[in-house]
């Protein structure tokens, strides 16, 4: 291990030992050697540890504790063999113990608005920055498990910022019914045709395995259809479709929102990136048979399985085109009371934004899965007179470092649950 005194820079594949500081992005933690910024993985705040270097970059360098000399409290053994520097990238935290796990996102969640966001201390310590777990405990949770597949014709699961697969005998995240399934190699089990292997445990009962080859789905053992239960329906979709992985995500999610923008009868709500309607159809239980919802959603499968699924809601009005260009060219148009956004991982993006304040609605709830892409639209939302009243974040995704954000906007001159808001309203933003 190498001192650096003479100030020269970290090579990969060197090792060196360094006292590991804060929580970053990415399942990191932040060090320093001899001014060099060091992103480490498998390491807690506080701990001395010896670090190989992966990867050298023009002002960092990214490395894998791999030896722990000074250990945190909340340092835990791994459950799983495969989640240990050269192994499996899937899971960050596995080290982590699960209640620390949510301290060490909240952290995140709060640099990020900081830094990105432009939010104060004391703006963060009124909105009381935290994530709660999900029912069901950090292991066997994931509903859905994509393997990869290796020359070898090997399911698996891929290293950390590579392309390499590593064979794997379980996935101890994967939800049970899953973990059970002969796709891994140690069933005897082979998959020369295929690129990746799509595995689906339905919050409906359904087990689905389905392998893909250049794009197209191939049907192996199960239905080809699934079925969900979320927000007090049941839901019909193609096993490959998006869902969300946790099998409490859904109805979690559902209720963030419709509990933080409380639609009322008559409102108009817009449900954008809206993929197969599940806030839609939420907002029109509320809404009722005087109001009206609009989904707009630019992917094609998402599209078919709105018009499937809530076909029996007459005034829920579907929209196929991308968000901003629904809204450039006025296919779907202000006033509006209700809007809830729940884009990309790239974020909604500044016009959106800009176009989603001037159709004036009470509300904005914001649905976020990277909260860098989050703060920035909260700093965008806020040079346009708005801010972030209340934040909400849910460990969707345990022994990950991802981490959902559900956020409520409002005029920067009205408070959470003003009483002020009342159907005179619903001509635009709020009147003072």
């Given at each position: 291990?190498?001192?650096?005194?003479?100030?020269?820079g970290?090579?990969?594949?060197?090792?060196?030992e360094?006292?590991?500081?804060?929580v970053?992005?990415?399942?990191?933690?932040?060090?320093?050697?001899?001014g060099?910024?060091?992103f480490?993985?498998?390491?807690?705040?506080?701990?001395?540890?010896?670090?190989?270097?992966?990867e050298?970059?023009?002002?960092?360098v990214r490395?894998?504790a791999?030896?722990v000399?000074e250990?945190?409290p909340?340092?835990?053994?791994?459950?799983?063999?495969?989640?240990k520097?050269?192994r499996c990238g899937?899971?960050d935290?596995q080290?982590?113990?699960?209640?620390?796990?949510?301290?060490?996102k909240?952290?995140v969640?709060?640099?990020q608005?900081?830094?990105?966001?432009g939010l104060?201390?004391t703006?963060l310590?009124a909105?009381?920055?935290?994530?709660?777990?999900?029912?069901?405990g950090?292991?066997?949770?994931r509903?859905?498990?994509?393997?990869?597949v290796d020359g070898?014709?090997r399911?698996g699961?891929l290293?950390?910022r590579?392309?390499?697969?590593?064979p794997?005998d379980r996935?101890l995240?994967?939800?049970?019914?899953i973990?059970?399934?002969?796709v891994?190699?140690?069933?005897g089990?082979?998959w020369?045709?295929?690129d990746t292997?799509?595995?689906?445990a339905?919050?409906?009962g359904?087990?689905?395995?389905?392998a893909v080859?250049d794009?197209v789905p191939?049907?192996?053992s199960?239905?080809?259809?699934?079925?969900e239960?979320?927000?007090g329906?049941?839901?019909?979709?193609?096993a490959?479709?998006f869902w969300q992985v946790?099998?409490?995500?859904?109805?979690?999610?559902?209720?963030a929102?419709l509990e933080?923008t409380d639609?009322?009868?008559?409102?108009r709500?817009?449900?954008?990136y809206?993929?197969a309607?599940?806030?839609a159809?939420?907002?029109?239980?509320?809404v009722?048979?005087t109001?009206r919802v609009?989904l707009v959603e630019?992917?094609a499968?998402?599209?078919?399985?709105?018009?499937?699924n809530?076909r029996?809601?007459?005034?829920?009005?579907i929209?196929?085109?991308?968000?901003?260009?629904?809204l450039?060219?006025r296919?779907?148009?202000?006033p509006?009371?209700v809007?809830v956004l729940d884009?990309?991982?790239?974020g909604?993006?500044?016009?959106?934004v800009r176009d989603?304040?001037?159709a004036?609605?009470r509300?904005?709830?914001?649905v976020?899965?990277d909260p860098?892409?989050f703060?920035?639209d909260?700093?965008t939302?806020?040079g346009?007179?708005w801010r972030l009243?209340?934040?909400r974040g849910f460990?969707?995704?345990p022994?990950?470092q991802h981490?959902e954000?559900v956020?409520l906007l409002?005029p920067?001159?009205?408070s959470?649950?003003?009483?002020s808001a009342?159907e005179?309203d619903k001509?635009g933003?709020?009147l003072?």
């Amino acid at each position: 291990m190498t001192a650096h005194g003479d100030g020269s820079g970290l090579e990969e594949a060197e090792r060196v030992e360094l006292t590991v500081g804060a929580v970053a992005p990415g399942g990191h933690c932040v060090a320093r050697v001899d001014g060099q910024v060091v992103f480490v993985r498998h390491a807690l705040p506080g701990e001395r540890v010896v670090a190989e270097v992966t990867e050298v970059h023009k002002g960092f360098v990214r490395a894998d504790a791999v030896t722990v000399l000074e250990a945190a409290p909340d340092r835990v053994e791994q459950p799983c063999p495969y989640a240990k520097p050269g192994r499996c990238g899937g899971c960050d935290l596995q080290h982590v113990a699960p209640a620390a796990q949510l301290d060490w996102k909240a952290a995140v969640v709060r640099e990020q608005l900081t830094r990105l966001g432009g939010l104060t201390d004391t703006e963060l310590d009124a909105l009381g920055v935290r994530v709660e777990a999900l029912p069901g405990g950090p292991l066997g949770w994931r509903s859905r498990v994509r393997y990869a597949v290796d020359g070898a014709g090997r399911a698996g699961l891929l290293k950390h910022r590579s392309h390499e697969v590593v064979p794997i005998d379980r996935c101890l995240i994967a939800h049970p019914s899953i973990r059970e399934l002969p796709v891994l190699a140690p069933t005897g089990a082979r998959w020369p045709d295929a690129d990746t292997v799509e595995t689906v445990a339905s919050t409906g009962g359904d087990v689905a395995v389905t392998a893909v080859a250049d794009g197209v789905p191939r049907t192996v053992s199960g239905p080809d259809r699934v079925r969900e239960v979320a927000a007090g329906r049941k839901w019909t979709l193609p096993a490959s479709s998006f869902w969300q992985v946790h099998p409490a995500a859904a109805d979690t999610l559902v209720d963030a929102v419709l509990e933080l923008t409380d639609p009322r009868p008559g409102d108009r709500a817009w449900d954008l990136y809206g993929g197969a309607g599940l806030f839609a159809a939420g907002l029109a239980g509320r809404v009722g048979d005087t109001g009206r919802v609009t989904l707009v959603e630019s992917a094609a499968p998402g599209v078919a399985a709105a018009r499937e699924n809530l076909r029996d809601l007459p005034r829920v009005e579907i929209v196929s085109a991308r968000v901003e260009t629904a809204l450039a060219r006025r296919r779907i148009t202000g006033p509006v009371d209700v809007v809830v956004l729940d884009p990309p991982r790239s974020g909604a993006g500044a016009q959106v934004v800009r176009d989603v304040v001037a159709a004036g609605p009470r509300v904005v709830a914001y649905v976020a899965c990277d909260p860098a892409a989050f703060a920035r639209d909260v700093r965008t939302f806020a040079g346009l007179g708005w801010r972030l009243a209340v934040l909400r974040g849910f460990d969707l995704f345990p022994m990950t470092q991802h981490v959902e954000l559900v956020g409520l906007l409002l005029p920067a001159d009205v408070s959470a649950g003003d009483p002020s808001a009342t159907e005179s309203d619903k001509k635009g933003p709020f009147l003072t």
